[in-house]
């Protein structure tokens, strides 16, 4: 749609269990906003990217684009944070062994207005009825309701309200699902961090019952 920002989602998926960075690259960085464009996805979970194309003036011929965006993904030490990645992670020349999927620009046309329906043939016929996916005629009820739709304004205004509604809480719901995933990623660390700190509790735990189970077999050897 001409005048207005695009967005869709990008899932990425870990089915590993090592840590995993990724990096987003694109052809034509002035007319596409990518977020996050590089991240962390844990072991075992998965991460989304938000594209954004900014809005466009004019429709390209035939809605053909050239446009491309490559991603990159290598395996990073357990533990580090998304602060930790940085390029030459994905320096192959470094001898980093990076895995790249290359995915193309695709345009698709907006849903148009259904078209009115010719009330009856030239030799005065009845309207002929639409065949359905399933094979029924839907009948002339349909088409006087498409001649209905077609020649009130007002609903054709609330369907343009609709969709840009629909478009605003498709932004809205990625927006909530990458805050998601990094609430995801940064309840993973905390829990590691915590299982380290546990560990570290009972080892000292444990030397101070060994010291005072010596105290008092000392003690006891002593008295005998």
Do not use: W
């Amino acid at each position: 749609e001409l005048k207005k920002q695009i967005s869709c989602s990008l899932q990425l998926s870990n089915k590993t269990d090592s840590y995993v960075a990724f990096k987003v690259k694109t052809t034509n960085p002035k007319k596409y906003c990518v977020r996050p464009n590089t991240g962390l996805v844990l072991p075992r979970s998965t991460c989304d990217v938000i594209v954004t194309m900014q809005a466009q003036k004019e429709a390209p011929q035939d809605l053909q684009c050239r446009d491309k965006f490559l991603l990159q993904s290598v395996r990073v030490n357990d533990g580090i944070t998304a602060k930790d990645i940085n390029a030459e992670m994905f320096n192959k020349d470094a001898g980093h062994v990076v895995e790249e999927c290359k995915l193309r620009v695709v345009y698709v046309s907006p849903p148009q207005p259904p078209s009115p329906v010719a009330e009856g043939s030239e030799e005065g016929s009845s309207p002929r009825g639409s065949v359905s996916e399933n094979g029924n005629v839907i009948g002339a009820e349909f088409a006087a309701a498409a001649r209905s739709l077609v020649d009130r304004p007002e609903l054709q205004d609330k369907s343009l309200e609709a969709k840009a509604l629909i478009s605003r809480l498709t932004e809205e719901k990625n927006s909530a699902i990458q805050q998601n995933s990094k609430l995801r990623q940064e309840l993973e660390l905390m829990r590691r961090e915590g299982s380290k700190n546990r560990s570290g509790g009972v080892s000292f735990v444990f030397v101070i019952f060994i010291g005072l189970l010596g105290i008092i077999l000392g003690y006891l050897m002593k008295r005998t």
